[in-house]
């Protein structure tokens, strides 16, 4: 098993969360009532979903010997 592919790929999914949570605040910025707690609650959600993949991507790559914060 390729754990430093794995948590690339993990890792590269937190990314594309993360744009997806500054997408939703710039709507957020432009929005009233009902819909703002929608994204509000969108962005709980997303912001739990970007800290999952990035600790299992952190774990993986320590799984493979590697580390982000490596030189």
């Known amino acids: 098993m390729d754990y430093k592919l794995w948590s690339q790929e993990y890792y590269e999914k937190a990314q594309q969360v993360k744009e997806d949570m500054e997408k939703l605040k710039q709507k957020l ?17 997303l912001r739990t979903m970007y800290l999952d993949c990035m600790k299992a991507s952190e774990l993986l790559l320590s799984r493979a010997g590697g580390s982000y ?3």
């Not at 910025?29 to 959600?45: F, M, Q, V």
């Open 29 to 45: 910025r432009k929005t009233k009532g009902d819909e703002k707690r929608s994204i509000n609650s969108a962005l709980i959600t």
């Open 69 to 71: 914060y490596a030189a």
